[in-house]
């Protein structure tokens, strides 16, 4: 990186935490503190979406289109529809009931129990996700810096925590607006750069093309299977539970909203998000795909995480692995020499271009089966070394084939990205555990500044936790599916609580409690027993979050209860 790479980061990320904290100076109450004011809907929406968008929306999309193509965008087919629901039935009793947490309904519905278990189910689960968010963009400054992980968790956590415990919901508000416009500039910019940088001859639709040919731009699957963790029917039943349970239950999404001026500026900011939501992640998968044709023409290292090629070259494996380079070197000279003589037929009528897209079809899996061979190699030098390098793709691109200047802006991006998640989340966790835990269980009643200052405690806490965790999670299959997977482990309970207070009034808080037990627990079983089937995936992660919906609300509709419901005056 050059000065003006460091100059544009630095200077980027300094004026994101000091306009949180000068825009958020000054005494606050506890509402203003936890619950950020009125905010209109342009403000609740793009608040919404930077929660979601961390920086492993950015880190890691990319190269999984790289990997796996298009196919990913289905997963949030079923945002709409979530987003739709949330807006019938959630909000207006949210908003009636005047609640700063989520969970606060549950008692009114059920009982403080009943409460208490669906608050701690999302502590558990966004506090674990909050420590990935900061983990993402500390492999970035990693591969730059060549910085220990755990030193570059604590800085980029610290400097999340510092603008977050000083203004709480209003600055994460505030910044976001912020953060979201430096985020889509660029990529946006990095859309442009993949594309102006193909050869002459190869034009967008031909790129387009060259993606469809090696299987990277299907988008849609109607083939119903289990063991398809991305296809319409997973996307329309499975997703849509998860998107649900994140928009509609997860305090990180829901504080958001809850800051909207009226019911009609909280529905119009999150249907803003989920009408733009698909085509944002279309497009960030589609940056992918296009890095994966532009590395088709240009050379790549035989494994993208250089943590992983400096452990094996020293270690008694490096000759071997030289030989993999040795082999690796010739099939990219190979395959860039057939893919420029197909970018030449493309365009010339009658051409026979079969045996061209047969060469390149032939050639990918050589290049594929010789990674493979480089990842066992890694493994055996070093177990405790990620050899999963889907989330260095995109990283690699920045660093080595951006002009100066727009390097510091990508990585300023990614960065922007998982410090607007990352204080949300812990945001949300603090406002969580004030409100639901702390507050609720206190002897007696505090003053509204001792809310305040606890509040400031917990986000303190909470931050460093995450921070902790951060130091000790690795890179799993792919970053955003591990993101998806802690929340699907408790989703679909959760979910499931809040489906039976909303439609099924005359269930009690006795069975609805043993029922989330019950559900909580199959949940983590069938997980669990999938993680001991030697790589076979018996259950998807995706179908979790139907199974605990669903389970919860049938055992609780069949255990039926004890004591009669609390009256609530419910909107309709």
Request: aromatic content about 12%; charged content about 15%; proline content about 3%.
């Amino acid at each position: 990186m050059e000065w003006i790479d460091w100059f544009i980061l630095v200077s980027t990320l300094t004026f994101i935490v000091a306009y949180g904290v000068y825009k958020t100076r000054g005494k606050q109450t506890s509402e203003q503190y936890l619950k950020g004011g009125d905010a209109r809907w342009w403000t609740v929406g793009l608040s919404v979406m930077a929660t979601q968008a961390s920086a492993i929306t950015f880190l890691s999309t990319p190269g999984q289109a790289y990997t796996d193509g298009m196919e990913f965008v289905q997963f949030y087919f079923g945002l709409p529809i979530a987003v739709v629901i949330i807006c019938v039935t959630f909000i207006p009793i949210y908003h009636k009931l005047k609640v700063y947490t989520a969970y606060e309904f549950l008692e009114k519905r059920f009982d403080l129990k009943t409460r208490s278990l669906a608050s701690i189910l999302f502590l558990i689960q966004r506090g674990l996700a909050a420590g990935i968010t900061i983990y993402a963009p500390a492999i970035i400054l990693s591969a730059v810096l060549d910085w220990e992980l755990k030193y570059l968790n604590i800085i980029i956590g610290l400097l999340v925590i510092i603008y977050t415990v000083s203004g709480g919901t209003k600055a994460v508000n505030v910044t976001q607006k912020q953060q979201m416009i430096i985020i889509m500039a660029g990529m946006v910019t990095a859309f442009v750069l993949i594309v102006t940088q193909l050869p002459d001859n190869v034009s967008f639709d031909n790129a387009l093309s060259m993606a469809g040919d090696a299987d990277k731009m299907q988008v849609l699957d109607f083939d119903f299977s289990l063991d398809d963790r991305y296809n319409v029917w997973s996307a329309l039943f499975g997703a849509s539970f998860l998107m649900l349970s994140y928009f509609g239950t997860d305090q990180s999404q829901v504080q958001r909203y809850l800051s909207g001026k009226s019911v009609s500026q909280m529905r119009i900011g999150l249907l803003f998000n989920g009408l733009l939501k698909v085509p944002m992640q279309f497009f960030i998968l589609l940056v992918g795909v296009m890095v994966f044709v532009f590395y088709q023409f240009n050379s790549t290292p035989l494994n993208f995480n250089p943590a992983a090629e400096t452990a094996v070259m020293e270690s008694s494996y490096a000759e071997e692995y030289q030989e993999l380079q040795a082999s690796h070197q010739k099939i990219l000279k190979e395959k860039q020499e057939a893919q420029r003589a197909y970018a030449e037929v493309m365009d010339q009528p009658g051409a026979n271009q079969s045996p061209l897209v047969l060469q390149l079809s032939r050639l990918r899996a050589e290049e594929e089966n010789n990674r493979e061979a480089a990842r066992q190699l890694i493994n055996q030098a070093d177990p405790d070394i990620e050899t999963n390098d889907k989330d260095f793709v995109f990283i690699h691109f920045i660093l080595h084939h951006l002009p100066k200047g727009l390097i510091g802006l990508l990585l300023a991006v990614i960065l922007s990205a998982a410090m607007s998640s990352t204080a949300s989340e812990l945001n949300a966790l603090s406002s969580t555990t004030t409100v639901d835990i702390y507050k609720r269980f206190s002897q007696e009643e505090k003053s509204d500044e001792h809310y305040v200052r606890m509040s400031r405690w917990f986000t303190l806490g909470w931050g460093l936790l995450a921070i902790g965790f951060a130091s000790i999670v690795s890179l799993f299959d792919n970053l955003i599916q591990l993101v998806n997977i802690i929340g699907s482990l408790f989703y679909g309970t959760i979910l499931g609580i809040f489906l039976v207070a909303f439609y099924f009034k005359k269930v009690k808080g006795q069975a609805i409690f043993v029922a989330a037990l019950i559900s909580e627990a199959v949940v983590i079983a069938c997980y669990t027993v999938d993680q001991l089937a030697n790589g076979i995936e018996i259950l998807p992660f995706l179908w979790l979050n139907p199974l605990g919906a669903l389970l919860t609300v049938g055992l609780a509709l069949i255990l039926g209860g004890v004591n009669q419901p609390q009256k609530l005056d419910l909107p309709v």
